[in-house]
Each structure stands twice: as structure tokens, then as C-alpha cells.
């Protein structure tokens, strides 16, 4: 899951990279890299990426990982790219990288490979990790934006892209052979692509599945869990949170996202997709209060009833601690929920928690959400663009994403041939369902104004949770809202800033696929 | 000999104002200027860089707003409670602490709930209200109630939490004000009341609190405007839920500017908001001297 406002995931990632560049240093690999030829050996550099350098040694102990790689060598960029001439043309510039405050410090250490690498400079920007999306507005509509790259939440990829605040990426992608196919058809078209055109490189690659516990949930299904059918639909969802709420013992039955603002909106969206919704029509009509978006808002409402205390608060962080602290039953979350969980270090429910496929709503599709996540992009300020495209390129490679993974710190892979490996499946159990559901993903359109409607729905779907009104009046404010925005963005008469045939093929990608169980 | 320099009467006129020019100048930039700027943009419909022309349409669209004015009457209700509770508390403290010689000496230990860091307290309160389920286990623990208490999921529930968190951070901002204007308060007049045989209650109600009026009424209009600005407590705690019941004016214009990047619509609200902190500030101040004069 990618919303970390306070930077979590930011940091754990950069703290990957900070082993290596501490077991670079150590062995010797790490000097100066310089525009004059003193570059260490590419090879040498390659060689030192593996799961025993990146990889934390207490995860490596507990899963018995080997150094064998996480990934596949031939769609690693990294290992494919042809450094000499990375060298060659850009050794001696320099980029500037914004990022959390807190994190300056790891991240220098961990782009140290792409500097011995390429020869190009890293300089980060710090920006006071609590603020670090709002600077990065105040910044791009100074026009003068202080650094060359940035890595922010999806959604807020047409905001920023509409204005021409974000460089094409395209020439570089196939100058440089980024392995875009690589990547998941739902990330790569929604991360990457506005109006055809490639602005970013997906950085933080999720999905919304659900979660049970093992002990609770089989003692309520009267049998092991069967992650396709034992429970099929979201009805039986609602009767099981149900009864494991009544077992007490300070455990409620579900655990799920449900704050003010897009946190209410995006746990919506996952239930009312299964039951068919499309947000727009194809004349860009906000759908919300159709008969799916209304199943999905009842079915959202049941479930609040068998929820945890506090969940009209809950965003992803609360969401989160109650769901590692043993707090709930079931989950309704992002892949990581099921990561994390089997991480001692950081959850009290390790084993005793299974990822299901994602309950069916008779009538509608099999369309696990793509919500959230994030991208890096370059700024069209950048007087480095090249070089700044080739930093990302390097952060967002298979074997660090694989790291990424296998290290639990939040930060998700996106690539095919990283989610179908075996031994990375070994260490993140819902991996499988994962990589699977991918095939058939839902999303939402990054438009412009987009964050804003998702936040203004949200505040009324949180009112409703909180009985303050009922759920159609909420879509129907939903819904009035949404159309006031987008006028306001310049969507009228079937017509916007964003064609909706360039974002349809990405919105559900599952279209006549076969269902995965 | 050396001869005396003079200065030409201009320049010795001027002289203090040009000691004074680069702080004001610094002043007027980081209060004058921002402020300015936001009148001026609350008069276009802002997006990123592209600036239309709207005149007065930021302010009556968010006349007709209905989370403009839950946001308002959030803050009047929240802060409202919040400062009685503080003004109250404050003064019942300093009505027995005052003529202790021991708080003179140990002032300080009563200002530190003031001292943490605004966001570490209120991440401590969102702790012990919901994620750490610690109120509940105490009120559990006390038989008050039966199972862990959903305090955002109720309006009121909600509200209680900020107002819980305000009055502990901010009460000795009012206690150690009082109990200055009391200490500092001539006691020739208290001891002549005692001689006359007043009680120490009588003493207090009609002779002190009187004379600490002004003292009080600055001090209560300073935190009000505090109040009206709160933001720190809802950022972290609540983030407006339930359903908005906590969401006060700043986060209203935060919420605007920067999740739905309406800078004209949050600048104008910022200017309403302004307007009216000063018409109320301005009002009970006046109306208190006024009545302390007569």
C-alpha cells in the first residue's frame, strides 16, 4: 500500500537500499563515483545487488532465503541496461530527488550503486516528511519546481499532470528498454500513462484483497480455510464478521478503512466494483448512485456494523495496527495487510491469518481493486530529465522491488516475472492471490480532480457510516459533487482534459479472462 | 579637539525608523504580504497555475456551503466548550493556588502540558481514545461501561476527545495568567476586607476577581483566538469524523487548499474566518472595558 503521508514505507524502502550501501561500503565496492572515468566495475556493482545484501538477515534467517535471486536477472533493468553508455552521456550530472526529510540520510546511502553505476549524482531535496505532498504542490506551481524527481500517490497523477507539470516519459522508456510489459496491465496503464502518454514509472504497486484469521475464521466456517470458496460472496462475509464479533475477547469482527475523505471512498469502490460499478459512463457521467454503487454502499454499511470500534476514523495507519495487533478478525486492505502480517517483528497474528480471493457479489465481476499506489515521475522543469528517468529506472527495478517485498516494508512490486517467482511467493503469503487477481484488476482514473472527488465522496460516505444520513443520499451528494468538480476541471459534454478512451482499457483489465480458481 | 559630528535634523528624525526598518520590513513579509496575497486570491478560482477571475463568487459560494458552516459552528461548539472549561478550571485552581507560596516556586510544572510538542500530545490522546483503547480500559476497569467505547463514532463522543485534549494542554496558559494578575494584585485591599470580616470567598468574588477582570479578559480572548484556529488536535485525532462533526474552520480551509487544491475557495474562507475573529475579538474586548469602566 502506498499512502504513507508520515513516510513509512518511504523510508523502509530507502533503509533497504541503506543495507546495501552499508554492505557496499563494507566490502570495499563503495568509492566516489566521478566523471573521469574512475568508476568501479559495472559488473562488480551488479554482482553486489543480491538478497544477502539487501535483504534484512533476520527475514533471510526465518524463511531460510537463500542468496538466490527474488527475481528474474533477464527483466531486471538494472541488469539488462547498458551502463557504458548510461556513463558516457550523463557521468558528472546531477539530480535532485525530493524526499522525506528523515529519509535524506538512508537514501544517500542506498543510491550509491546507481551513482557507481552511472556516474550521476543524487542530490536530494528534503522535505519535512509530514508535508512532503503539500511542498511538492507549492513547489510545482512555482513553476520552478527545486528538484528533478519526485515520488508521490497515484491519484494525484492527472492533478499533475494536466497542467504539464510532469516530463514525457516515453522517448526514455524505449531509448533506455524499460521493461514496461513487465509490469501488470493495471499498473503500468494507470501509474504510468495520462492521455497515451507516459509520465511515470509505478513505484508502489498494491491491491485491495481480503484478509481472515486462520484460528477465528475456521472455527466459525467449521473447517480450513479454502482461499476461493469458503467464502464466496460478500453476504457471507457480512454473517461471519457477525459472528466472530459476538466471540469477543477484545477481537471485532472486521477491520476496514473507512476515515473522511478518499480512505472512505476507496473501501467503497472495492466493494461496489465487485458488484459492477464503473465510476463513469464513457461520456464521463459520474455513475456512483447506480444500482451497483448502491449494493456496494448496503454491503458497505453491514459490515460497519460488524466492524471495529473507531473504523469512522480508521485510515490506513489504524487500519493497520489493529489488523497486526490481533485486533480484528478479518481485514479488508491492501496486499501488504497479509506481508506484514507474517512478519514477527511486526504483527502478533504471524500464522494465524489467510489471504482469500476476493468475495463475489452475484451480478457483478471478479475485479479486485487497484486502489492507491504510487508513481515517480520526472518534472518537466527538470534541466536533467534524462538522467533524472534513469534514477527512477534504477529505483523501481525488479530485483529492489523484489527486495522491497521480501523486506515487508510496504513498498510493492509491480512486475510479472517478480510476482510469479516462487521463492519471493515463499516469504509474502498472499502473493498468490495477489499476482493472480492482477489479471483482473479494477481501477479508477486518475483525472484531474480526481483526489477531490474522491474526498468529497468520502465525507459523505463516512457521514452515512456514522448514520448522520443514509447511504443513497450520500451517493446522490457523492454524485452532485462529482459533477461540480469536473465541470470545474473542464469535463463537459462527453469531453475533459482526459479522453475516456485512452483510460478505459485500464479501468478493468479482466475482460474476458479467465476466473483464476 | 575633536569636533562633534551632527547629524542634520532629517536624518535624526528619521534615525529610529531606520533602526526599526528592517524588522518591520521582515514583519510585513511574513504577516502584510501573505496576507494580502490571500485577499487577492480569494478573488480568483485557483488551480495550480491557472488563475481565473471570480470577484466575490469564492465567498458566496462558500456562503451557501453547508460544510463552511459545520465547519463553523464546529469550531463555536468545540472551542466554546473547550474555553469554558479551560476559564473555569483555570480560575478554580487559582482560587486555591494563588496565596500558596509553594506555586510561586513551581510555576513551571504547571506550563508543561503547554510545552510538548502540540502534535505529540495529540497523538498521545488519539492513543489513549481510540487506537490504544486506554479510556476504555479504565472506564471498563471503573464498571462505567461494558465494552471498548467507540469515541469517533459518535458526534459528540468525537467532540469530547478535542475538547479533552485542549482543556489539558491549554488550561495553565489561563491558570498561570491568573494566578500572576492575583499574586500581583495589591493586598493591602484583601487585608482590609479581612479586617472587615469578609470571608475568603467573599474576598475573592468581590474584591479580586473584579480587579483581575481585564487580566482575564485578555488572557480569555488571546486563547479564544487560539482556539479558533485549532488544527493540530483534528489533524491527528479525529480528521473531522465523524461524518465532519469535528471538522472546525482550520481544517475546513487546510482540507480545501491542500487535498482539494481550491486555493481561491480556502483563501476566501481564510478571509471570512479572519473577518470574523476580529469583529468577536474586537467586540468582547470592548464590551469588557467598556463595562470595567463603568
Known amino acids: ?517 | 579637539m575633536a569636533t562633534a559630528r551632527r547629524r542634520s535634523p532629517g536624518l535624526r528624525k528619521a534615525f529610529p525608523y531606520l533602526l526599526l526598518a528592517p524588522a518591520m520590513l521582515y514583519l510585513l513579509a511574513i504577516t502584510l504580504y501573505p496576507g494580502l496575497f490571500a485577499i487577492y486570491q480569494s478573488l480568483f478560482v485557483v488551480k495550480f497555475v491557472n488563475w481565473t477571475w471570480t470577484g466575490l463568487g469564492n465567498y458566496r459560494l462558500i456562503l451557501q456551503d453547508r460544510e463552511f458552516w459545520a465547519a463553523l459552528g464546529n469550531t463555536a461548539i468545540i472551542g466554546g466548550i473547550s474555553l469554558a472549561l479551560q476559564t473555569l478550571i483555570a480560575l478554580t485552581l487559582a482560587y486555591f493556588a494563588y496565596r500558596d507560596p509553594l506555586i510561586r516556586g513551581w510555576r513551571i510544572v504547571f506550563l508543561m502540558p503547554m510545552l510538548f510538542m502540540p502534535s505529540a500530545v495529540a497523538f498521545i490522546w488519539k492513543l489513549a481514545f481510540n487506537d490504544g483503547r486506554v479510556i476504555s480500559d479504565l472506564l471498563m476497569g471503573l464498571g462505567l461501561v461494558e465494552g471498548n467505547v467507540d469515541w469517533i463514532g459518535s458526534i459528540w463522543l468525537a467532540r469530547l476527545t478535542l475538547i479533552v485534549a485542549d482543556v489539558w494542554q491549554w488550561t495553565p496558559f489561563l491558570f498561570i495568567i491568573f494566578v500572576a494578575g492575583l499574586q500581583g494584585q495589591d493586598q493591602e485591599i484583601e487585608e482590609a476586607a479581612r479586617l472587615d470580616g469578609a470571608s475568603w470567598p467573599k474576598i475573592f468574588w468581590n474584591i479580586s476577581l473584579p480587579m483581575l477582570r481585564p487580566i482575564m479578559v485578555v488572557a480569555v480572548t488571546l486563547r479564544g483566538i487560539d482556539i479558533t484556529t485549532m488544527f493540530t488536535n483534528v489533524f491527528v485525532m479525529t480528521q473531522g469524523a465523524p461524518g465532519g462533526a469535528t471538522e472546525t474552520m482550520s481544517y475546513f480551509i487546510y482540507r480545501q487548499g491542500f487535498r482539494a487544491f481550491n486555493f481561491g475557495y480556502a483563501s476566501a474562507a481564510s478571509v471570512l474566518m479572519l473577518i470574523l475573529t476580529i469583529v468577536i475579538a474586537q467586540t468582547v474586548v470592548k464590551r469588557a472595558f467598556r463595562s470595567g469602566k463603568s
Open chain 1, 1 to 517: 500500500m502506498s499512502i504513507r503521508l508520515g513516510g513509512l514505507s518511504r523510508r523502509s524502502f530507502l533503509r533497504t537500499g541503506a543495507a546495501f550501501g552499508a554492505a557496499a561500503g563494507a566490502s570495499g565496492l563503495w568509492r566516489p563515483a566521478h566523471a573521469d572515468g574512475h568508476l568501479p566495475d559495472i559488473q562488480t556493482v551488479l554482482d553486489g545487488i543480491t538478497v544477502e545484501n539487501y535483504v534484512r538477515e533476520d527475514y533471510r534467517q526465518l524463511y531460510g532465503m537463500t542468496n538466490d535471486p527474488l527475481w528474474d536477472p533477464a527483466k531486471d533493468w538494472i541488469r539488462t541496461a547498458d551502463w557504458e553508455a548510461i556513463r558516457s552521456q550523463f557521468a558528472g550530472t546531477k539530480v535532485r530527488f525530493a524526499i522525506g526529510a528523515a529519509d535524506q540520510e538512508s537514501a544517500a546511502e542506498g543510491l550509491v550503486p546507481f551513482n557507481q553505476l552511472s556516474g550521476i549524482e543524487v542530490e536530494l531535496v528534503p522535505i519535512p516528511d509530514d508535508s512532503i505532498y503539500d511542498k511538492a504542490i507549492a513547489e510545482f506551481i512555482s513553476g520552478n519546481a527545486s528538484f528533478d524527481a519526485l515520488q508521490f500517490f497515484s491519484a494525484w497523477l492527472g492533478d499533475f499532470a494536466a497542467p504539464g507539470f510532469l516530463a514525457p516519459l516515453d522517448e526514455y522508456a524505449a531509448k533506455w528498454k524499460l521493461p514496461l510489459d513487465d509490469f501488470y496491465d493495471t499498473y503500468r496503464l494507470n501509474y504510468g500513462y495520462v492521455n497515451g502518454q507516459l509520465v511515470g514509472i509505478p513505484f508502489d504497486c498494491d491491491l485491495q484483497l481480503v484478509h481472515l484469521r486462520k484460528a477465528i475464521m475456521e472455527e466459525i466456517l467449521g473447517g480450513p480455510i479454502d482461499r476461493a470458496n469458503s467464502v464466496p460472496t460478500y453476504d457471507e462475509l457480512i454473517r461471519i464478521t457477525a459472528e466472530a464479533n459476538k466471540l469477543g475477547n477484545g477481537v471485532a469482527g472486521l477491520g476496514m478503512i473507512a476515515a473522511r475523505g478518499f480512505w472512505a471512498t476507496y473501501t467503497w469502490q472495492h466493494i461496489a466494483a465487485q458488484a459492477g460499478m464503473t465510476l463513469f459512463d464513457d461520456q464521463w457521467n459520474p455513475t456512483l448512485n447506480s444500482d451497483a454503487g448502491m449494493k456496494g454502499m448496503e454491503i458497505m454499511l453491514a459490515l460497519a456494523q460488524n466492524a471495529i470500534e473507531g473504523i469512522a476514523g480508521a485510515g490506513w495507519g489504524e487500519n493497520r495496527a489493529a489488523w497486526l495487533g490481533g485486533q480484528v478478525a478479518s481485514n479488508i486492505s491492501w496486499q501488504d495487510s497479509g506481508t506484514q502480517a507474517m512478519r514477527p517483528d511486526q504483527s502478533q497474528i504471524v500464522g494465524d491469518f489467510v489471504t482469500i480471493y476476493e468475495p463475489r457479489i452475484p451480478g457483478g465481476l471478479f475485479c479486485p481493486p487497484n486502489i492507491a499506489g504510487s508513481t515517480s515521475v520526472v518534472t518537466s522543469t527538470s534541466p536533467n530529465p534524462e538522467a533524472a528517468f534513469l534514477m527512477l529506472a534504477f529505483l523501481t527495478t525488479s530485483s529492489i522491488m523484489a527486495i522491497n517485498e521480501a523486506n515487508a516494508n510496504g513498498v510493492a512490486p509491480g512486475y510479472r516475472s517478480v510476482l510469479g517467482n516462487e521463492r519471493l511467493r515463499a516469504v509474502s503469503q498472499p502473493m498468490e492471490v495477489w499476482a493472480n487477481s492482477l489479471e483482473h484488476a479494477w481501477c479508477s482514473p486518475r483525472l484531474p480532480g480526481m483526489f477531490e472527488m474522491e474526498q468529497a465522496l468520502g465525507n459523505e460516505i463516512n457521514r452515512a457510516i456514522t448514520g448522520q444520513i443514509s447511504g443513497k443520499e450520500a451517493l446522490d451528494n457523492g454524485q452532485a459533487a462529482w459533477v461540480a468538480i469536473m465541470q470545474k476541471n473542464g469535463f463537459a459534454g462527453g469531453e475533459g482534459p482526459i479522453s475516456f478512451a485512452s483510460v478505459a482499457p485500464g479501468l478493468y483489465v479482466g475482460a474476458g479472462k479467465p476466473l483464476p480458481f
